[in-house]
């Protein structure tokens, strides 16, 4: 399942790069008031990043804010677990309207899974990151940074620490 829904999500970014380079060849970002789609794949060191799906709204033009959300399924163990994130972020552009624009990032994880009694995961991650806009409709980020987790379901330390917290994802703005 993982492999159609990466395959998937390339189709779909490599498509809309594909019409976005042809719409336009400007490469200034996004402007405040605009919105974008964002998926990621999954990222080393955070199981937050994985596979998410968010929707962004730029709210001047050095903060872009957004929501992400993600859904998992792990039929690995003998029942099937069920995983779902929500997770607010907010991107802060050092050198806003660049063709590569370096930003800070900050994240707050909640997640709900079925696996256990303990049923909640609660996080927080922060770093920094580039995102790359291939045209003025489409961009590439990618992230990396410190997580830590404070609620982790069945674990005996429920406070972990995860160095080189790291995601990639592409957008796609109107």
Not at 4 to 15: N, R, V
Not at 23 to 30: I, L, V
Request: proline residues 5%.
């Amino acid at each position: 399942m993982n492999k159609l829904l990466t395959l998937l999500f390339s189709t779909i970014f490599f498509g809309a790069a594909e019409l976005a380079a042809q719409e336009s060849s400007s490469t200034k970002g996004f402007t405040e008031g605009s919105t974008s789609i964002s998926v990621g794949i999954p990222g080393g060191g955070n199981p937050y990043a994985g596979g998410t799906a968010g929707i962004w709204m730029g709210m001047s033009e050095n903060i872009n804010l957004g929501l992400n959300f993600g859904l998992g399924l792990d039929t690995a163990t003998d029942p099937v677990t069920f995983n779902l994130l929500l997770a607010p972020a907010m991107k802060y552009y050092i050198l806003p309207g660049h063709e590569v624009s370096p930003f800070f990032i900050g994240q707050l994880n909640l997640g709900v899974t079925t696996a256990g009694n303990d049923a909640v995961d609660l996080g927080i991650m922060g770093g920094f990151g580039a995102e790359w806009f291939v045209t003025n409709v489409f961009s590439v980020a990618a992230h990396t940074g410190l997580g830590i987790d404070i609620l982790r379901p069945n674990e005996v330390d429920p406070i972990r620490l995860g160095t080189l917290t790291s995601g990639i994802s592409g957008q796609i703005y109107w």
